[in-house]
């Protein structure tokens, strides 16, 4: 392959295929094939753009047809890489729920925070600090109108919530699971709310929040806007809408639950669940984005709305995963590399595809570039914006991508990762060779695994420290 960068070449072993073949579509539509990201002439002047940024919630990196899923079709969501980028070594800001909800709404390191410890907020007595400015507070200040729909995960009633956190509106569930047609939620009461006020509303929920975001999208707006829609798709229990059913049974069970635990086995489901159900979910997600992205084009805003899709972070017990190993929950790629794809037809071309690495908290630091809005001095991104790589031609500077969580910890720099696993055994990984994470090359470098390593305990350094168990 002449010509391709170590790095080009890394992609296409370790997940997503650049070429058409990524598509499930005819030749004719999938023609041509991506082409490596190069900034659009001129894209660097504009006026502000809305922000619509989408979450699936525990979608596996190659759940996507787009990302190679043989057997999950995605049409809407391939639709939207094609009019956009696609990137290949994103990541989500940590392995569970939470932590990467406190990356993106802060732009910093879920350990900056006291909530963010949590992996992930399991009670009332954690949450964002309504004092901590957001991206939505931030955007807010620059003159925005800011909603979230769907999964909040950051803290529960009285003390937090979205509408105490610079969000203007918010619609939708607080806790990190609910049974997806009752809304029993993980504390096995209902979890569905129009600000701080119950919703009643017994439908599937990822169409209740797909109508609600198709209202929001559809108004006369008078001013730019954020709106964060965190579908709780495909996250258990393994409901797709013809399961109302086997709902109900979820829910007698949380109903009947003397205690948190039979709750949470209730909303976890391993007594069900199967790959077909699971790609029914799937499925039903890229219908719910389809709908969403057609009224913006009916709106007349699809061309200068920013659309940022990605995962909390990875998949788990159904997704397809592969070439990685590991799953939610851990540091290993399979646990935290997300499909991620940016569309913004008005400043970005369409079919492309970009190798470069960045997680959650460096899409905070872009937004806000892109919003004009300053972020807080008293509390410094951890995040890189893009907008330089994405609007100016700039290079995006070497740094480390940083995790920690209370099982693993992980840097990558460049293409190599550095990663101690539960047990507390160092692994140095080539991820442009090996993906898969199956080359331990620690004994072969010991020089770059003490310095991956030291980087990683200066910035471990200034996190707050985990509270003991």
């Given at each position: 392959m002449p010509g391709m960068?170590?790095?080009?070449?890394?992609?296409?072993?370790?997940?997503?295929?650049?070429?058409?073949?990524a598509d499930t579509l005819t030749a004719a539509e999938a023609a041509p094939a991506e082409r490596p990201f190069e900034t659009r002439p001129g894209?660097?002047?504009?006026?502000?753009?809305?922000?619509?940024?989408?979450?699936?919630?525990?979608?596996?990196?190659?759940?996507?047809?787009?990302?190679?899923?043989?057997?999950?079709?995605?049409?809407?969501?391939?639709?939207?890489?094609?009019?956009?980028?696609?990137?290949?070594?994103?990541?989500?800001?940590?392995?569970?729920?939470?932590?990467?909800?406190?990356?993106?709404?802060?732009?910093?390191?879920?350990?900056?925070?006291?909530?963010?410890?949590?992996?992930?907020?399991?009670?009332?007595?954690?949450?964002?600090?309504?004092?901590h400015p957001t991206l939505a507070s931030l955007l807010k200040q620059a003159g925005y109108a800011t909603a979230l729909i769907g999964k909040w995960h950051c803290?529960?009633?009285?003390?937090?919530?979205?509408?105490?956190?610079?969000?203007?509106?918010?619609?939708?569930?607080?806790?990190?699971?609910?049974?997806?047609?009752?809304?029993?939620?993980?504390?096995g009461d209902y979890d569905l709310y129009e600000g701080d006020a119950e919703y009643k509303d017994l439908r599937y929920y990822t169409t209740v929040l797909t109508d609600r975001a198709v209202e929001y999208v559809r108004r006369d707006h008078d001013r730019p806007w954020l709106l964060n829609l965190n579908f709780t798709t495909p996250h258990w229990?393994?409901?797709?809408?013809?399961?109302?059913?086997?709902?109900?049974?979820?829910?007698?069970?949380?109903?009947?639950?003397?205690?948190?635990?039979?709750?949470?086995?209730?909303?976890?489901?391993?007594?069900?669940?199967?790959?077909?159900?699971?790609?029914?979910?799937?499925?039903?997600?890229?219908?719910?984005?389809?709908?969403?992205?057609?009224?913006?084009?009916?709106?007349g805003q699809e061309e200068n709305t920013v659309v940022l899709f990605a995962s909390d972070n990875g998949g788990e017990r159904f997704s397809y995963n592969w070439p990685l190993s590991g799953e939610k929950f851990v540091l290993l790629e399979g646990g935290i590399r997300v499909p991620t794809i940016l569309r913004w037809p008005a400043r970005i071309d369409g079919r492309q595809?970009?190798?470069e690495p960045n997680f959650s908290p460096d899409w905070t630091a872009t937004l806000l570039e892109l919003g004009g809005a300053r972020p807080d001095p008293a509390y410094p991104l951890d995040g890189t914006s893009l907008a330089g790589y994405l609007l100016r031609g700039e290079r995006l500077p070497e740094r480390d991508l940083f995790w920690r969580v209370r099982a693993n910890r992980a840097l990558r720099?460049?293409?190599?990762?550095?990663?101690?696993?539960?047990?507390?055994?160092?692994?140095?990984?080539?991820?442009?060779?090996?993906?898969?994470?199956?080359?331990?090359?620690?004994?072969?470098?010991?020089?770059?695994?003490?310095?991956?390593?030291?980087?990683?305990?200066?910035?471990?350094?200034?996190?707050?420290?985990?509270?003991?168990?």
């Amino acid at each position: 392959m002449p010509g391709m960068s170590r790095r080009a070449l890394g992609a296409l072993v370790g997940g997503g295929a650049v070429t058409a073949v990524a598509d499930t579509l005819t030749a004719a539509e999938a023609a041509p094939a991506e082409r490596p990201f190069e900034t659009r002439p001129g894209a660097a002047s504009g006026p502000r753009p809305n922000f619509l940024v989408i979450l699936g919630d525990d979608l596996g990196w190659a759940d996507l047809s787009s990302y190679d899923a043989p057997h999950i079709r995605t049409p809407n969501l391939d639709r939207l890489a094609r009019q956009g980028v696609r990137f290949t070594n994103a990541y989500s800001g940590s392995s569970t729920c939470s932590p990467t909800r406190f990356s993106l709404y802060t732009g910093r390191y879920p350990g900056r925070t006291k909530g963010g410890l949590a992996e992930p907020i399991a009670d009332r007595s954690q949450g964002l600090d309504p004092n901590h400015p957001t991206l939505a507070s931030l955007l807010k200040q620059a003159g925005y109108a800011t909603a979230l729909i769907g999964k909040w995960h950051c803290g529960w009633l009285p003390d937090h919530s979205p509408t105490k956190s610079g969000w203007d509106e918010f619609f939708g569930n607080f806790g990190g699971v609910l049974e997806y047609f009752s809304k029993l939620g993980q504390l096995g009461d209902y979890d569905l709310y129009e600000g701080d006020a119950e919703y009643k509303d017994l439908r599937y929920y990822t169409t209740v929040l797909t109508d609600r975001a198709v209202e929001y999208v559809r108004r006369d707006h008078d001013r730019p806007w954020l709106l964060n829609l965190n579908f709780t798709t495909p996250h258990w229990p393994w409901l797709a809408e013809g399961d109302a059913q086997t709902g109900a049974e979820i829910a007698a069970k949380i109903r009947a639950a003397t205690s948190q635990d039979e709750v949470g086995k209730a909303l976890n489901h391993y007594d069900g669940g199967s790959v077909a159900t699971y790609t029914r979910m799937v499925e039903s997600l890229d219908a719910a984005v389809g709908e969403v992205l057609a009224a913006l084009r009916r709106s007349g805003q699809e061309e200068n709305t920013v659309v940022l899709f990605a995962s909390d972070n990875g998949g788990e017990r159904f997704s397809y995963n592969w070439p990685l190993s590991g799953e939610k929950f851990v540091l290993l790629e399979g646990g935290i590399r997300v499909p991620t794809i940016l569309r913004w037809p008005a400043r970005i071309d369409g079919r492309q595809v970009s190798h470069e690495p960045n997680f959650s908290p460096d899409w905070t630091a872009t937004l806000l570039e892109l919003g004009g809005a300053r972020p807080d001095p008293a509390y410094p991104l951890d995040g890189t914006s893009l907008a330089g790589y994405l609007l100016r031609g700039e290079r995006l500077p070497e740094r480390d991508l940083f995790w920690r969580v209370r099982a693993n910890r992980a840097l990558r720099r460049g293409d190599w990762k550095y990663y101690q696993d539960s047990d507390g055994k160092d692994h140095l990984y080539d991820l442009a060779a090996d993906a898969r994470e199956q080359a331990d090359l620690a004994p072969d470098r010991p020089e770059l695994l003490a310095e991956l390593k030291a980087s990683w305990e200066r910035i471990a350094g200034g996190l707050l420290p985990y509270p003991a168990e």
